[in-house]
């Protein structure tokens, strides 16, 4: 049987906070007959803590996982970007090699970048012992740090060697997988190399998300008003998430409400619109601020809400907003499989080429500029005023979720990848 390392610093174990991109694939490579070791970090990232490692080896002797489970030492930090995090995941990237060594004969490395210095020492582990390597590419660093910090010269010094070490990891693929055509593209982007690749959206299933929906969808549904009109983010509230706008476009639709006075005009009347913020992060106490301060009586801040829970208020949201600042270099996101799933349009203020391009070629929802309130409200206001569109661009969302979104299918991409890179590097088939 052949073995397989799933490496990554992020991943969701059972009732964690976090991603599941890696725990599913590390169960659908089991199901596929491959022996599979999924190695992450005892610090979780998206609960800022250790984890709590005897009551994980209690789940792993239960037998919860099919799968092997390993961690390495990572210290941890407090702030998604700072030192701190650079240091540990250095301290991470050490003991990743460490834990390699003591654990050989693995068939192929697949590992999550970034962070860029964890894949560096899976890619050289992987070239010194004559293993293939593939990197699962979901973001761009540094790309995305110049978003927070881009000054002349200062950044291209502080940036450097996370560049250089991207390009080093990229250098030593046998195999590409990306959440997107352009991460999928970057790694080859000053690369002269020829190998397998392939998008695989960070998807979701469809299963798991209905079930959420059936389980919570009626309490949630009891919250929601007879006439109210729910607009939904869930996500990061952080810097590259435009939340503000959001906020903001919930005072403009207000206001516009106190205009509509005859009964003609009531027919829209935008004032039972209500925005709906589900998510943590560290701008949501800031604006929850700005929305006490503007009086926005209409902007709600949910909180975090379990899978299960978001999941239903997707689904009895009217409209869903991929809120996105100008400069942020996200392609296609984690949250765009459960925004699909919800059969909700979306509107849409991510400036991905490729991203922009498919709401508009898949007709699941409308593309806007970010960070302006008065088109904000507009995009808002007019769908709100077309049940016909909403409907037709619900019932598209939904049907792009299933063919293109759904694990279950997508992920088939990943493991007949895998079976060719390892094929290849054993001679098999030429």
Not at 182 to 201: F, G, H, I, W
């Amino acid at each position: 049987m052949k073995r397989i390392a799933v490496i990554t610093m992020g991943v969701k174990l059972n009732d964690e906070k976090g991603y599941t991109r890696f725990r599913y694939l590390s169960e659908f490579l089991v199901k596929a007959g491959y022996e599979v070791d999924l190695i992450t970090t005892t610090f979780q990232h998206w609960e800022k803590e250790q984890r709590d490692m005897e009551r994980i080896q209690k789940d792993i002797d239960g037998g919860v996982y099919p799968f092997g489970l390993k961690f390495i030492y990572e210290p941890g930090y407090r702030k998604n970007i700072d030192l701190k995090r650079v240091k540990s995941h250095s301290i991470a990237a050490k003991n990743l090699t460490k834990l390699l060594e003591e654990t050989p004969d693995y068939d192929l490395l697949y590992c999550e970048i970034p962070p860029n210095d964890v894949a560096l020492a899976a890619a050289e582990y992987a070239k010194a012992h004559n293993i293939p390597f593939v990197p699962d590419v979901n973001d761009l660093w540094p790309e995305a740090m110049r978003m927070v910090l881009d000054v002349p010269v200062v950044s291209d010094i502080l940036f450097h060697p996370l560049q250089r070490d991207a390009e080093k990891v990229y250098s030593l693929v046998s195999g590409i997988i990306g959440t997107s055509d352009e991460y999928r593209d970057r790694p080859l982007k000053n690369q002269k190399l020829s190998v397998p690749k392939a998008t695989v959206y960070v998807g979701n299933e469809l299963a798991e998300f209905d079930a959420g929906v059936a389980e919570h969808g009626p309490e949630v549904e009891a919250k929601k008003g007879a006439d109210e009109f729910w607009v939904s983010y869930a996500g990061t509230i952080g810097t590259s998430y435009d939340i503000r706008t959001m906020v903001l476009a919930g005072e403009e639709l207000k206001k516009r409400a106190a205009l509509y006075s005859t009964d003609e005009m009531k027919k829209k009347d935008p004032g039972n619109i209500r925005i709906k913020i589900l998510g943590g992060g560290p701008l949501k106490e800031e604006l929850e601020k700005l929305a006490q301060e503007r009086k926005c009586d209409n902007v709600e801040f949910v909180g975090y809400a379990p899978y299960p829970e978001m999941a239903a208020y997707l689904a009895k949201s009217d409209i869903l907003v991929n809120s996105f600042v100008k400069k942020a270099p996200q392609s296609i996101v984690t949250k765009i499989g459960d925004y699909l799933a919800a059969g909700r349009p979306m509107i849409n203020t991510c400036m991905s080429p490729e991203f922009r391009k498919k709401v508009e070629t898949d007709g699941f929802g409308i593309n806007i500029m970010p960070e302006d309130v008065t088109i904000l409200a507009d995009a808002i206001e007019s769908l709100y005023n077309d049940e016909e569109t909403r409907t037709r661009m619900g019932m598209t969302a939904r049907k792009i979720a299933a063919e293109q979104f759904d694990r279950p299918k997508s992920y088939r991409k990943i493991a007949e990848l895998i079976e060719t890179v390892i094929d290849r590097s054993k001679g098999v088939n030429g």
